[in-house]
């Protein structure tokens, strides 16, 4: 309500969360010819958790020899709902596999800033695997410059209510926090294309390229960090 806009496209939160940020960052194909012991994501917007259980059912699904071990996912979000509308809200999508819902709800964090971590773990094939959700409520500007990633982040979702109705979380700033924490080829995808996003991503150092979008929206942003 603060920024007067809807969390998800009206043609499917879960279609758009696999189209625009699990696709748009080529994650299946990275997940399951990984050479590495975990990966990175980082999202500017939380909301409804769409984007994490969407990821978290895709990266279940991946190729059990080839994918990392360890997920890390790194989410910002100011206005988080309390549990019980929270928990409402996110049944009322069909996600593949509900245990990653059901482990969220059962250790939902208190609703005071700062970082929360939540740890999700199962097992294929003998092999054992870890999703590390760290939940950043506040301020992305306060928090983005205080994160620590030694190895960087390997892909990275930009999502949010529109520039219109919260420029500040499309703003140069962000994306110049963003490439601090990016090392190259850190992808990054986005639904939205407007000119002043484009221009702040190219500023740092973002090669960038529209192609299709998601539903209404016709175009959508990827791109890598040089």
């Given at each position: 309500?603060?920024?007067?806009?809807?969390?998800h496209s009206s043609g499917g939160a879960?279609l758009?969360?696999?189209?625009?940020?699990?696709n748009?960052?080529?994650?299946?194909?990275?997940?399951?010819?990984?050479?590495c012991?975990q990966?990175?994501i980082?999202?500017?917007?939380?909301?409804l958790?769409?984007?994490?259980?969407t990821?978290c059912d895709?990266f279940?699904?991946c190729?059990?020899?080839n994918k990392?071990?360890?997920?890390?996912f790194?989410?910002?979000e100011?206005?988080?709902?309390?549990?019980?509308i929270?928990?409402?809200?996110?049944q009322?999508q069909?996600?593949?596999?509900n245990f990653f819902?059901?482990?969220?709800?059962?250790?939902?964090?208190?609703?005071?800033s700062g970082i929360?971590?939540l740890?999700?773990y199962?097992?294929?094939?003998?092999?054992k695997?870890?999703i590390n959700l760290?939940?950043?409520?506040g301020?992305?500007t306060?928090f983005l410059?205080k994160?620590?990633?030694?190895?960087g982040?390997?892909a990275?979702?930009?999502d949010?209510?529109?520039?219109s109705?919260?420029p500040?979380i499309?703003?140069?700033k962000?994306?110049?926090g963003?490439k601090?924490?990016s090392?190259?080829?850190?992808?990054?995808?986005?639904?939205?294309?407007?000119?002043e996003?484009?221009?702040n991503?190219?500023a740092?150092e973002?090669?960038?390229?529209?192609?299709?979008g998601?539903?209404?929206?016709?175009?959508?942003?990827?791109?890598?960090?040089?």
């Amino acid at each position: 309500e603060n920024f007067g806009d809807i969390y998800h496209s009206s043609g499917g939160a879960i279609l758009q969360a696999k189209h625009v940020f699990i696709n748009g960052n080529d994650l299946e194909n990275r997940w399951n010819s990984a050479n590495c012991q975990q990966f990175t994501i980082l999202e500017t917007g939380f909301g409804l958790a769409n984007n994490f259980l969407t990821t978290c059912d895709v990266f279940y699904d991946c190729d059990v020899k080839n994918k990392p071990k360890v997920l890390n996912f790194i989410s910002f979000e100011l206005y988080v709902l309390p549990l019980n509308i929270f928990k409402n809200l996110v049944q009322k999508q069909c996600y593949k596999y509900n245990f990653f819902a059901e482990k969220l709800f059962q250790n939902y964090p208190p609703l005071t800033s700062g970082i929360h971590k939540l740890e999700f773990y199962f097992e294929q094939q003998n092999q054992k695997y870890q999703i590390n959700l760290y939940l950043v409520l506040g301020e992305i500007t306060t928090f983005l410059p205080k994160i620590d990633i030694p190895l960087g982040v390997d892909a990275i979702y930009l999502d949010g209510f529109s520039p219109s109705k919260n420029p500040e979380i499309w703003s140069e700033k962000i994306m110049f926090g963003l490439k601090r924490i990016s090392k190259k080829n850190t992808t990054i995808a986005t639904w939205c294309v407007a000119g002043e996003v484009r221009k702040n991503l190219i500023a740092a150092e973002f090669e960038v390229q529209k192609v299709s979008g998601f539903a209404k929206k016709k175009q959508m942003l990827i791109g890598k960090f040089k």
